[in-house]
């Protein structure tokens, strides 16, 4: 047993239902067990109460009866009334004991006709006058016998007799007594079990009902998790409600924090910036080892400025549940800015038209962020013309930026995405457009391909998810 | 050309200024947004392009951006700013700027932006420009005449380059002056008669007119 305890608090501590469950469990076998005694122990005691008082009327009937004849003798002036007394080992005895003066009594002076031929052994204690004393004695044919007995003296003996006592005494069968009992034990302990089962069935039930509201909450959990909701949703019984609403405080708070901490990386970053370019432009234009060393360092800065700070605004973004962005007007503010700031170039810039409204499961900064970097890089790169399709396939969302430029050698294509790489040093742009990009597409598990593309340059397949 | 420095930086401002003088603009710098608004809005003060801050103390420089628009001043604003992430490139381009660079920069980026503002605000999709025989390089602020180099001082450079930005105009005196000086620099309206006088003197015969009551144009002369 010493084993089975430890995993049994276990057992007790990881389920709440268990813990319910046992409780009311035991309460409901404890409280039938308790009513199943009391009430047998009572009944038994009004069966009891009763046998014995019936065994009384008899004995009063018998003294009434009991006639002293003139020779000293007795007799009963009139046959006991109840039939059982006739019919031999019928479990119901009557017998008339002599108390003699120094103890010889004479057994079984009178007896019932159902005694037959035996005689009841009865304790000899010798009641005083009008005492009834009850006895259990072993009766005929190894029954067990209840008993009454007292001792009446008749008045007025005949002349120079001594005053005779006599013994009365009732009996009847235990079982006449004790078959009731059995009966009404079998009933009550079926009945109490019927009870008690049925009060065990209404707890569980009633258990996995209270534990509902418990399920729901963790449906809620996970779709916030999963980026569903913001918050947990839905009304919960008022035991419950407080925690909920604890919990979407510590949720609020949670974005809040990690949106402060974005504005102060933002800020950090731009305030960076201001001091590397007067460095970069001090040191610009100067043949000197310094100059040199200066120049090349603030680029290294530049670049890690820049992509920590994408990584971060990415990184914070893309959990933040529940953002939908549409795709389209995102694309045509990137194309104005692209017509603007490659306006030498004279890039033909289309977006394909499609008749959905297609949307981004996540932020428009993130969105803005890798198809910017796409479009710059294909504007770059592009002899006069870029195209812009959109097509969302369940569960899909996918952008395809087709050039007309050099395209990039299949080889090299793997080494692009990787972070700060260049392929031609002469374009201009840091290298981590693509990188950002990378990061930022599989903090949101999509993936980014290149193939050739049909206009003569390069083909880029960014492919997102659309649901949680 | 007259440009217009809004950085509250005041070593970035210098630089920048250093820079533009060099490449034979006239600069004028201010620190703030109220003033930026000021300056940029006045129409007596004919800016040719502007480099804009982002980041400006009183007045954030995309209002400034969106307020001028909204008066209707159309000079090319380049904007020059810290800010580098797509969202804040979209939001400058429609408020109305005509580029965007971010910071850190390089110099020469910032002056070839500009030089490709300035030109394409004036129609002209080349580099260089050209009339007749002169020929205006403004990538190396060098000016030829039948393949000859001539050698021209900043301001004579300055009135010769907004002549030839605005060759099929007739330019009126008061123009040149906004546009070769800077707003604090001491002007002496007769300096720009002198600096026609000199034009006209390394130039080709005939090629500055005077439009009596009017200004000063460039006439083609018939290739020779």
């Known amino acids: 047993m010493s084993f089975r305890a430890p995993s049994l608090s276990i057992a007790l501590r990881g389920s709440l239902r268990l813990r319910l469950l046992l409780g009311t469990l035991v309460w409901i076998a404890a409280s039938i067990m308790v009513a199943g005694w009391a009430l047998g122990g009572l009944f038994r005691q009004h069966v009891a109460a009763q046998f014995h008082a019936e065994l009384k009327t008899h004995l009063d009937q018998l003294a009434a009866h009991l006639v002293l004849e003139q020779d000293g003798r007795v007799s009963l002036s009139a046959a006991q009334s109840d039939p059982r007394f006739s019919k031999p080992y019928s479990g119901v005895y009557w017998q008339i004991d002599q108390v003699g003066q120094s103890g010889n009594n004479v057994f079984g002076l009178l007896r019932s006709r159902s005694l037959w031929d035996d005689v009841l052994e009865v304790p000899s204690d010798t009641p005083m006058n009008g005492e009834i004393h009850q006895h259990r004695v072993s009766g005929p044919g190894n029954t067990t016998l209840g008993m009454v007995e007292r001792v009446v003296s008749l008045e007025d003996p005949p002349p120079g007799q001594a005053e005779a006592r006599f013994r009365l005494i009732v009996a009847a069968d235990e079982r006449q007594m004790l078959e009731p009992v059995e009966r009404f034990n079998g009933m009550l302990w079926l009945t109490l079990g019927l009870l008690g089962g049925g009060l065990a069935l209404v707890a569980v039930i009633q258990v996995l009902i209270a534990l509902v509201p418990l399920r729901r909450l963790h449906g809620a959990l996970a779709a916030v998790r999963s980026g569903r909701t913001l918050n947990l949703e839905g009304r919960f019984p008022g035991e419950v409600q407080p925690l909920v609403e604890e919990f979407n405080t510590v949720l609020a708070q949670n974005a809040e924090v990690v949106e402060r901490a974005r504005t102060q990386a933002g800020n950090l970053a731009h305030a960076l910036k201001t001091p590397l370019s007067v460095i970069a432009n001090a040191a610009n234009g100067k043949d000197s080892e310094l100059a040199h060393l200066v120049t090349s360092q603030v680029e290294v800065a530049r670049k890690q400025i820049d992509y920590h700070l994408s990584r971060s605004r990415a990184a914070a973004s893309v959990r933040i549940p529940g953002v939908r962005t549409p795709v389209f007007p995102v694309l045509e503010g990137l194309v104005r800015v692209m017509k603007r700031i490659h306006a030498d170039r004279n890039i033909e810039l289309t977006i394909l038209p499609s008749s959905e409204q297609v949307m981004f499961r996540g932020e428009e900064q993130d969105l803005q962020e890798m198809l910017g970097n796409l479009l710059d890089n294909a504007c770059k790169w592009a002899s006069g013309r870029v195209d812009i399709s959109v097509s969302a396939e369940e569960p899909y969302l996918t952008i395809v930026i087709d050039d007309d430029g050099c395209g990039i050698a299949e080889a090299e294509r793997l080494r692009v995405l990787d972070r700060g790489e260049r392929v031609d040093e002469l374009t201009p742009g840091s290298g981590l457009g693509l990188a950002i990009v990378n990061d930022v597409m599989r903090l949101y598990g999509g993936r980014l391909e290149f193939v050739d593309s049909q206009l003569g340059g390069l083909r880029v397949k960014l492919t997102l998810p659309m649901t949680d | ?224």
Request: proline share 3%; glycine share 8%; with cysteine.
């Open chain 2, 1 to 224: 050309m007259r440009v217009l420095v809004v950085e509250d930086e005041p070593t970035i401002a210098s630089q920048l200024t250093e820079a533009l003088c060099a490449a034979g603009y006239a600069v004028d710098v201010v620190g703030n947004g109220v003033d930026a608004h000021f300056h940029g809005g006045d129409e007596n003060q004919p800016f040719d392009a502007v480099v804009l801050d982002l980041g400006l103390p009183q007045m954030d420089g995309l209002t400034v951006l969106k307020k001028w628009r909204a008066a209707g001043r159309t000079m090319p604003v380049l904007i020059l700013t810290a800010r580098d992430n797509w969202h804040e490139k979209v939001a400058g381009i429609d408020a109305g700027a005509d580029d965007y660079l971010t910071k850190p920069f390089h110099m020469e980026e910032l002056l070839a932006r500009l030089r490709a503002l300035i030109r394409r605000a004036g129609g002209h999709a080349s580099a260089e420009l050209v009339c007749g025989d002169i020929i205006l390089d403004t990538l190396h602020s060098r000016v030829t005449v039948g393949g000859q180099t001539l050698t021209l001082t900043s301001h004579e450079y300055r009135v010769l380059d907004y002549l030839m930005h605005h060759s099929d105009q007739v330019v009126s005196r008061s123009d040149l002056i906004e546009h070769i000086y800077a707003q604090d620099f001491d002007r002496d309206s007769n300096t720009v008669e002198v600096f026609i006088a000199r034009l006209r003197k390394k130039l080709p015969e005939g090629v500055i007119e005077t439009v009596r009551g009017l200004g000063y144009r460039l006439v083609f002369p018939a290739s020779s």
